[in-house]
């Protein structure tokens, strides 16, 4: 009787946000903040489908998009930019949930170890400053 072969599976990666291992398919994705996304699905609404997934996004969009203009989300963009260490997702998460302080960014975005609390402070500042005044 033969023994039965053993087949080599490859070796899969654990997701793991908290450490930005999100799956093979975002490696290379770009992150859009959800006001960008308000603003993509609001200027389609002349040829935008009537459909429930749709208007529930949008409503969603509308009801958490924290920037109110295209202006406001591109300047927080810029913002975030100048930190070099900062992926596209912790951008969108930073630009999304606007954390009052460095701690609490980190808590909810843990990557975040990796800068300095306070380099990471003016950057929310700054933020919030862009969300009080925004037009």
């Keep these: 009787m033969a023994t039965p072969r053993l087949r080599h599976r490859p070796q899969t990666e654990d997701e793991d ?42 409503d969603y969009v509308k009801t958490f998009a924290k920037f109110h203009t295209t202006d406001s989300a591109s300047a927080v963009r810029e913002t975030l930019r100048r930190e070099p260490a900062l992926t596209q997702f912790e951008t969108a998460q930073i630009a999304n949930l606007c954390p009052a302080d460095a701690e609490e960014a980190k808590s909810i975005v843990p990557s975040l170890v990796k800068i300095d609390d306070d380099k990471l402070q003016v950057l929310l500042d700054e933020i919030q400053t862009m969300r009080r005044f925004q037009s």
């Design 17 to 58: 946000a908290a450490a930005l291992k999100l799956g093979a398919e975002f490696n290379n994705a770009g992150c859009l903040l959800i006001s960008e996304v308000k603003y993509l699905l609001e200027n389609r609404e002349k040829d935008a489908p009537d459909t429930a997934v749709y208007n529930q996004t949008l």
